[in-house]
């Protein structure tokens, strides 16, 4: 996978950068689908840290994509998982749609 941005509202525990880079990484090691990678982060940092709110993207590119049937070498896919409550991203929804080729925005 690539980059797993990783945001937290922390409630009592803090916790230096490097462990969630760890916590990804060891999860990420696994062979398994990348919804399943993403949740798994996501309920490990929630179980150890205790957050009022959590959220993991994963973007990551597929080999099945890139070198075998369409051939699409920059296909990105991102999931993402929240868990507990976070104020929400300003501008997210017009961000969902620039990121899949709409510039319209939120005339949908």
Partial sequence: CGPAPIASLRSRKVVGLSKLARVAN???RRLQIQERLTQQIAES???VLQPRGI???LEC???CMSMRGVQQPRAVTATRTELGWLPPEPGAYN???EQVGCPCGARH
Avoid: D, P, S
């Fill in 26 to 28: 060891a999860f990420a």
């Fill in 45 to 47: 940092l929630w179980k």
């Fill in 55 to 57: 959220r993991v993207v």
């Fill in 61 to 63: 590119t597929h080999m």
């Fill in 95 to 97: 961000r969902g749609w």
